[in-house]
Each structure stands twice: as C-alpha cells, then as structure tokens.
C-alpha cells in the first residue's frame, strides 16, 4: 500500500514533467510558425545583394494609406532605384537600405533621416514628409573618389 502511493506519485511527476517538456516545445513551435510575416530584416550577405528579396528589386512600394516602403542599394556611387522615387505630401516613408560594396551613408537634410549604411546589414529608417518638394538623398559617409557625387532624390508632390 504505502509502496503503491509512492509510485503514483513518481508517476505523477514523471507525467507532468513530460506535460512541461511538451508544452515548452509547443509553444517553441508556434511561436516560430506565428513570427510576423513582414519582420524586418536585419541580416544579409553582402555579396548577394542582388539576388536577396527584396533588394533584388529595389523600389518604391504603397504599401497602405499614406505609407510607402522605400526598398534601396546603397553602392559607389549611387542609389537604386534608378527611377524617380514621388510620394503625395503627408505621406510616411519606411526606409530599408543596404550596402552592395563599401560603408555608405543616406542622409536626408532638412529631415530625420540620417542612418549608416553598411555591407551585410539592413538599415531600417521612417519619416513622414509633410512639406511638398525635393528631398535630397545624399552620402554623408566617405566611400570613394566620387563619394561626392552620390546622390539622389525624392519627390514629394
Ligand atoms: Cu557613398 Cu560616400
């Protein structure tokens, strides 16, 4: 009798221990399957830039009201998109930048916006143009002979 309680009890425990471990390794699971879809990317290897969604298509996407993801390469000397990047006045950009070769800058004047950009990493940066004009998008970090040149612009109507 007293030896039949005690192993209940080890079985008790040897249940609920297996109960833990299940529930542990559950919620592991779920919580990997439910991670948000659109979690910003942090990490990229900087010599497949090119071929690494979404920079493998730089562009300029609206991706609700009034908001606008901006996906763009830094390089020497330049930024993608090539084409004319125009967003209505009042709207919010969401800035995703990296790096094809060397460390770059991408600084707006006037604005927040001023972030590095380094090969291998993803910038992230947002901002809500209030004021119609053209915003100049410049690199404020020294990357090369034509680092002065590097350019380009956005266009707030
Ligand atoms: Cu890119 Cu300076």
Same mark, same amino acid.
Request: glycine share 8%; with cysteine; charged share 15%.
């Given at each position: 009798?007293?030896?039949?309680?005690l192993?209940?009890?080890?079985?008790?425990?040897?249940v609920?221990?297996l109960?833990?471990?299940?529930?542990?390794?559950?919620?592991?699971?779920?919580g990997?399957?439910?991670a948000p879809p659109?979690?910003h990317?942090?990490?990229?290897?900087?010599?497949?830039?090119?071929?690494?969604?979404p %920079? /493998? !298509? $730089?562009?300029?996407?609206?991706?609700?009201? #009034?908001? +606008?993801?901006?996906?763009?390469?830094?390089?020497?000397?330049?930024?993608?998109?090539?084409?004319?990047?125009?967003?209505?006045?009042?709207?919010?950009?969401?800035?995703?930048?990296?790096?094809?070769?060397?460390?770059?800058?991408?600084?707006?004047?006037?604005?927040?916006?001023?972030?590095?950009?380094?090969?291998?990493?993803v910038?992230?940066?947002?901002?809500? %143009? /209030? !004021? $119609?004009?053209?915003?100049?998008i410049?690199? #404020?970090? +020294?990357?090369?002979?034509?680092?002065?040149?590097?350019?380009?612009?956005?266009?707030?109507?």
């Amino acid at each position: 009798m007293h030896m039949h309680r005690l192993e209940k009890a080890w079985l008790t425990i040897g249940v609920s221990m297996l109960a833990v471990f299940l529930l542990v390794l559950g919620v592991m699971t779920f919580g990997r399957g439910i991670a948000p879809p659109n979690e910003h990317i942090h990490h990229i290897d900087p010599t497949k830039v090119s071929e690494t969604p979404p %920079f /493998d !298509k $730089p562009q300029l996407t609206k991706i609700g009201d #009034n908001l +606008y993801k901006a996906v763009m390469v830094a390089y020497a000397f330049g930024y993608d998109p090539q084409e004319q990047m125009e967003i209505p006045a009042g709207a919010t950009v969401h800035f995703e930048i990296t790096s094809s070769d060397v460390v770059h800058g991408f600084e707006i004047p006037g604005t927040n916006v001023n972030v590095m950009v380094t090969p291998g990493e993803v910038s992230h940066v947002s901002h809500t %143009f /209030d !004021k $119609p004009g053209e915003y100049l998008i410049l690199c #404020n970090e +020294y990357c090369g002979i034509a680092h002065e040149m590097m350019k380009t612009t956005l266009v707030v109507k």
